[in-house]
């Protein structure tokens, strides 16, 4: 079963961390409430990028807000979030790009100090 743990895992045994997320994501999304509790339940691995732990915290924070599912307890751990000040923008974000992600970025990421795009978590 896809989960947020097989996520990390499967990044730190070299797999690509956006398709992972991608199929984590399409399974999730078509899997009965049930089932999308126990995918976000593990806690995930440490990881070699500062902003991955705290980036799947958000989106399994996000996705059980969305479904009505308790957030998992994890989620709130102190590696769950970014150490310091310095704010993590998708995609090296620069100028008015840094701004529109500080409005639109939803507030379980802006809560762990992430600013992403509104639809980060979509999949079409």
Request: net charge positive; glycine share 6%; proline share 6%.
């Amino acid at each position: 079963m896809e989960s947020i743990d097989s996520v990390s895992k499967n990044t730190n045994a070299g797999g690509d961390f956006y398709l992972l997320l991608g199929d984590f994501l399409d399974a999730f999304y078509k899997a009965p409430s049930g089932v999308q509790a126990q995918m976000i339940r593990k806690s995930p691995e440490d990881m070699n990028r500062q902003e991955r732990v705290p980036f799947l915290a958000s989106a399994a924070h996000k996705l059980a807000n969305d479904y009505g599912l308790e957030p998992p307890r994890w989620a709130f751990e102190k590696r769950c979030y970014l150490s310091g000040r310095t704010p993590h923008f998708a995609c090296n974000a620069r100028g008015k790009l840094r701004l529109l992600f500080m409005y639109k970025s939803p507030a379980e990421f802006k809560h762990r100090n992430l600013f992403v795009d509104e639809n980060v978590l979509c999949r079409m």
